[in-house]
């Protein structure tokens, strides 16, 4: 087998078993889980202690007064909740503020529109909630007892549950559940970009800034380094991920309904193959333009520190579309759109939204997916060109205009 | 015409950084088994001739072969090269960094980490294998950078100032290692600013002047180019300010004094003599590679 193409196994599993080995490797990948099961678990614990308190408030039997200028308010309802109606409301506030009233509550004229006002005695910060719960316990008993039917007094609590079908060309189109699927590609490649990022910058870097450049290229082409070491980053981005999203897993199975997504019906979810491979070309073609155009700022700065800044604006950039997501998603075909779409920069992310929006032409996204790749092709013939004289630039910004032998 | 044993040709090379003319057609070769030299002073285009015959440099004109092709990285398997510019993996330990080196060179893992052990014993790092190269001392992260280069016994060494960064005796180990593969019958190519060095190991030397070959050829042959004869004297008392005694090397009792070409020394010994100098030991000799680095290169060369 040819020396060359035997060394890329070697740098990637050189690349891949020296991270694995690193102790801050597993520190730092294990900690994100952790830190999102403790942030889960108390967001979790919290929920379910605030709706029982609010529940329990909302039970809670105390005296008080209250003004009814809407004439909802059910007397019975209000007596047994420990209300008692009064016609001057000031002085059933004077009464609270002397403390001789436990709560006052001037219900208005229109509830519906404008806020009931709720009195009380200080009684700490969780336990003062107590008298809006029971203002508006009492509230909604006096409409459900208005209405009489319990089912329309049901309905008219809890709303109603629409379930939308969408047609296109005689074809349901699915609405928001077939735009979830093709979305996984662009949640993929800004977790790509976010946790690969910096580590792609540091592909040609790492080289330079430990002057190995001259010894290592004269064992092996730098497009195999790069190769190696690209093909290096995705595994350990890819473990890295399943340590991710392990304890999520686990998480799940232990507790379904962690991630229960209103008005979501995950198993009704649209998987159309159409968008569903689109979006997998444009996620690949994305990140290979992103590492091209990472090494080749790589290979031009002299030292991570520069690198920084110019990998800040490649980030700005490459997620420039979401600042205009909604008009993005309402004016799919419109100029901001179109600019967008092509540029670049901006095509992954905005294409990747547009197909998900089921707005992407099948040429527009063939004209997409050419011209990434065909820029991302050229990026890494630079980068790698530039590393090869950039990597022995030791202490000094490259001139990019003589290294390609433009000067 | 290229001699049919030689390693390295490089035939009218010419390199430009912009408006910069770095080697201005640059020609020599190297036969195999020899010991070469490439000596000159700062910025006159040693590296950089080394660099273009690895490829690292693209050539802009004229030819830099090794074995008759150009450069290619899968010709790394038998070349051993210790740049001037030097570092491995800073944040890695020693052996696994060693066996990567090997493996890239060719060298299954087993026999890479087995050669790898026996070096770090045989330089004093036993011991150090699982050390971060970041943890040792620069000289040992030198012998380390050493091993690199010459595992997997290569046929071809070069060497961009070794001893740079060593110690006396760390010096003598390098040497001695370098004298082992020039008696296993390895070719090697050495910069180097130790002129001691050069006249005991080279055979040939060049020397390169503003990107142009200066002097090229043996030792003696580049001595009896520069300067013919010298005289060397042990003396006391204040050498006289003459225009034929202008020595090269002036220490307190001691001086080296070029010779006219085809002049006897007794003349210049007599002069001495008149001028109350004491000689207590005299001999007469090539000029030394130092003394001719010094003319060549004159005061640039302590740039």
């Not at chain 1, 605030?50 to 004439?71: K, L, M, N, V």
């Not at chain 1, 890819?238 to 507790?255: D, E, K, N, T, Y």
């Not at chain 1, 013939?381 to 990597?391: D, E, I, P, Q």
């Not at chain 2, 011991?127 to 290569?154: A, F, H, W, Y």
Request: charged share 20%.
């Amino acid at each position: 087998m040819n020396l060359s193409v035997h060394n890329v196994g070697r740098v990637i599993r050189f690349e891949v078993t020296r991270t694995l080995r690193k102790p801050t490797f597993w520190a730092l990948s294990l900690a994100v889980p952790l830190l999102f099961g403790a942030v889960f678990g108390l967001v979790y614990f919290s929920s379910s202690s605030t709706e029982s308190a609010a529940t329990a408030q909302s039970e809670q039997r105390f005296d008080f007064t209250y003004t009814d200028a809407s004439g909802i308010v059910d007397p019975h309802l209000a007596a047994a909740m420990g209300g008692r109606e009064v016609t001057d409301g000031e002085a059933a506030l004077a009464d609270v503020r002397a403390g001789t009233s436990t709560a006052y509550f001037a219900f208005p004229a229109e509830p519906a529109t404008q806020a009931t006002r709720v009195y009380g005695q200080d009684a700490g910060l969780f336990d003062s909630g107590k008298y809006a719960s029971v203002a508006q316990a009492l509230i909604k008993a006096s409409v459900a007892q208005r209405i009489g039917d319990p089912e329309l007094a049901t309905l008219a609590a809890a709303g109603v549950d629409v379930q939308a079908s969408t047609y296109r060309d005689g074809v349901p189109t699915g609405g928001i559940l077939s735009f979830l699927a093709p979305m996984v590609f662009l949640v993929l490649f800004y977790l790509s970009i976010m946790m690969l990022g910096n580590q792609m910058l540091n592909v040609t870097l790492e080289e330079k800034e430990n002057r190995v450049t001259e010894m290592i290229l004269t064992t092996i082409r730098p497009t195999s380094l790069i190769v190696g070491k690209v093909v290096a980053l995705v595994i350990v981005g890819i473990i890295q991920g399943l340590v991710f999203s392990l304890p999520v897993i686990v998480a799940l199975a232990v507790m379904p309904g962690l991630v229960d997504l209103p008005d979501v019906d995950l198993s009704a979810l649209v998987i159309d193959p159409g968008r569903m491979v689109v979006g997998g070309l444009l996620f690949g073609t994305g990140f290979l333009m992103f590492t091209g155009l990472l090494v080749a700022i790589g290979s031009v700065m002299p030292s991570a520190k520069e690198a920084g800044s110019a990998f800040a604006v490649v980030i700005v950039s490459l997620f420039l579309p979401f600042y205009a997501v909604a008009m993005l998603i309402a004016e799919p075909r419109g100029t901001v759109a179109q600019i967008f779409t092509y540029f670049p920069l901006t095509a992954p992310v905005t294409a990747m939204l547009r197909n998900a929006a089921g707005a992407l032409d099948w040429w527009e996204a063939l004209i997409v997916l050419v011209e990434l790749f065909v820029f991302a092709a050229a990026l890494l013939a630079v980068g790698v060109r530039l590393f090869r004289t950039g990597s022995i630039s030791y202490n000094a910004r490259l001139d990019v205009r003589k290294a390609l032998g433009m000067a | 015409m290229t001699e049919p044993n030689a390693v390295i040709s490089v035939r009218d090379l010419h390199m430009s950084f912009g408006e910069q003319h770095v080697l201005k057609g640059l020609s020599f070769e190297v036969y195999r088994g020899e010991t070469f030299g490439l000596l000159g002073s700062n910025g006159s285009g040693k590296t950089t001739t080394l660099r273009a015959l690895l490829g690292i440099y693209p050539t802009a004109r004229g030819e830099a072969l090794i074995e008759g092709t150009r450069f290619d990285p899968s010709m790394g398997a038998r070349i051993g090269y210790l740049p001037e510019e030097r570092g491995l993996y800073r944040k890695e330990p020693v052996l696994p960094v060693m066996t990567y080196f090997g493996q890239l060179k060719g060298m299954p893992a087993a026999v890479a980490e087995g050669w790898s052990r026996g070096y770090l014993e045989k330089v004093g790092l036993a011991g150090k294998e699982r050390t971060r190269l970041d943890k040792l001392s620069g000289g040992e992260q030198q012998k380390v950078q050493l091993g690199v280069t010459i595992m997997n016994d290569p046929a071809l060494l070069i060497l961009d100032e070794p001893t740079k960064g060593f110690d006396p005796v760390n010096r003598r180990l390098l040497m001695s290692i370098v004298e082992e593969h020039r008696q296993r019958g390895a070719t090697i190519v050495m910069i180097t600013h130790q002129m001691e060095e050069v006249e005991r190991l080279c055979d040939r030397v060049l020397l390169l002047k503003d990107g142009v070959a200066e002097a090229y050829g043996t030792v003696p042959q580049v001595q009896d180019q520069y300067g013919g004869r010298t005289l060397r004297i042990e003396f006391t008392g204040r050498l006289p300010d003459s225009p034929t005694v202008r020595p090269t090397v002036r220490e307190q009792n001691y001086a080296e004094i070029p010779l006219p070409d085809g002049a006897p020394a007794t003349g210049i010994l007599r002069e001495l003599l008149d001028a109350g100098v004491e000689i207590r030991r005299f001999e007469t000799s090539r000029a030394s590679l130092e003394q001719i680095f010094l003319q060549v290169y004159g005061e640039r060369a302590e740039d």
